[in-house]
């Protein structure tokens, strides 16, 4: 059930990201850096200074598996991003690693992060050979493991003090998606509207 910010928010445009869209990539990025330092693995401090090309290589076609999607309002901003990162190893090359999921603060709860994930799944559902999708979340923000798990990413494991910062110690949950539930499940879900 939509909350009544998202029953309100603004439509948005998802697509995949390109060259073009690195300055704007960068400058989300560096916001989500900052805003909230606990939820990256990656640091402001030593992001900051890179070169908005130097993303840029990571903005592939969705059918290669290594992916960014990036969602944007009516006026061309980039106001979320989502990456799919397919193994390039031959015995892993079935499963891809989803990374970078940043939605920009004044646009936060308004469903945006889950129509990113949902055309994260969709897309990578289509790469042939792909059959599973894993991530890592800092596992006391609630909020994002409960956006995984309604997508159907189920935990398999928990890392104690995955990162560090400010001297606190987070955990990091590791979530695994199977891409034939999650085609199994959409099925079975009720027509929208």
């Not at 290589?57 to 006026?75: H, I, K, V, Y």
């Not at 936060?108 to 994930?117: C, E, S, V």
Request: hydrophobic fraction near 45%.
């Amino acid at each position: 059930m939509p909350s009544a910010l998202q029953a309100f928010a603004p439509p948005v445009h998802i697509r995949p990201l390109g060259v073009a869209d690195a300055a704007a990539y960068k400058a989300l990025r560096d916001q989500a850096l900052r805003s909230a330092p606990e939820a990256f693995t990656s640091d402001y401090e030593s992001s900051v200074g890179r070169a908005a090309t130097e993303y840029a290589d990571r903005f592939g076609p969705p059918s290669s598996g290594r992916f960014f999607l990036g969602a944007f309002n009516a006026t061309g901003q980039l106001l979320g991003s989502l990456g799919c990162e397919r193994e390039q190893r031959a015995k892993q090359r079935h499963c891809a690693t989803v990374v970078g999921m940043m939605v920009a603060p004044q646009a936060q709860r308004q469903g945006i992060g889950r129509q990113l994930l949902a055309a994260c799944v969709a897309a990578a559902q289509k790469v042939p050979g792909l059959t599973q999708l894993v991530l890592s979340v800092t596992a006391c923000n609630r909020h994002v493991v409960q956006l995984y798990e309604q997508a159907g990413f189920r935990p398999w494991g928990l890392l104690p003090s995955a990162i560090v910062v400010d001297g606190v110690p987070y955990d990091k949950l590791h979530m695994v998606l199977s891409l034939q539930s999650a085609a199994a499940r959409a099925k079975n879900l009720p027509p929208a509207g």
